[in-house]
T-cell receptor, first 116, second 112 residues
């Protein structure tokens, strides 16, 4: 298993440009999430999905769109990049469990985005 | 989601035991306590999760008192490679989306 993969690893954009960050997992996980991490800070949830065709907003959704057409893929779209979106973006996935307890999230290696 | 409070940083030496205490006064009945580890330029990695009393795995132990308002992550005999940021999270892992709320974490520096 490759686990959670993200592309690209690095990206530089100009203000106003749009782009899509790719995320894929091969563990048949139902839950997928996008987080951003600013320097020296913890991670903040952008959007998440509980299954194909279902997405919802997290803590900081403005300026980002997501879709989940398949179980494996969960792309994050920046509509019009702004310098405030300069950050490291992490995608994560986990199993859906009917009962609470032991629900590990698996994180990808991250995408470092700089917006000039 | 319950908020957590943990020390900003801790220093230790190789071979010592490191204990990081996390406060979570507003923990709910269905909430579990989960710890993640993050190395520079990497995504967080799950360490351990527990509900009450004590949980131990090959990496760490997690101590949770009866009132569950705090918890302590214990890393036995740390090495230089344990230098990382450690996050304490509280939430219901059975809730839709398994969403996580990260605080600032504790930066642990292990010295030779």
């Amino acid at each position: 298993n490759a686990g959670v993969t993200q592309t690209p690893k690095f990206q530089v954009l100009k203000t106003g440009q749009s782009m899509t960050l790719q995320c894929a997992q091969d563990m048949n996980h139902e839950y997928m999430s996008w987080y951003r991490q600013d320097p020296g800070m913890g991670l903040r949830l952008i959007h998440y999905s509980v299954g194909a065709g279902i997405t919802d907003q997290g803590e900081v959704p403005n300026g980002y769109n997501v879709s989940r057409s398949t179980t494996e893929d969960f792309p994050l779209r920046l509509l019009s990049a702004a310098p405030s979106q300069t950050s490291v973006y992490f995608c994560a996935s986990s199993l859906r469990r009917g009962l609470a307890g032991y629900n590990e999230q698996f994180f990808g290696p991250g995408t470092r985005l700089t917006v000039l | 989601l319950a908020k957590t409070t943990q020390p900003i940083s801790m220093d230790s030496y190789e071979g010592q035991e490191v204990n990081i205490t996390c406060s979570h006064n507003n923990i709910a009945t269905n909430d579990y306590i989960t710890w993640y580890q993050q190395f520079p330029s990497q995504g967080p990695r799950f360490i351990i999760q527990g509900y009450k009393t004590k949980v131990t795995n090959e990496v760490a132990s997690l101590f949770i008192p009866a009132d569950r308002k705090s918890s302590t992550l214990s890393l036995p005999r740390v090495s230089l490679s344990d230098t990382a940021v450690y996050y304490c999270l509280v939430g219901d892992p059975g809730a839709a989306g398994n969403k996580l709320t990260f605080g600032g974490g504790t930066r642990v520096l292990v010295k030779p």
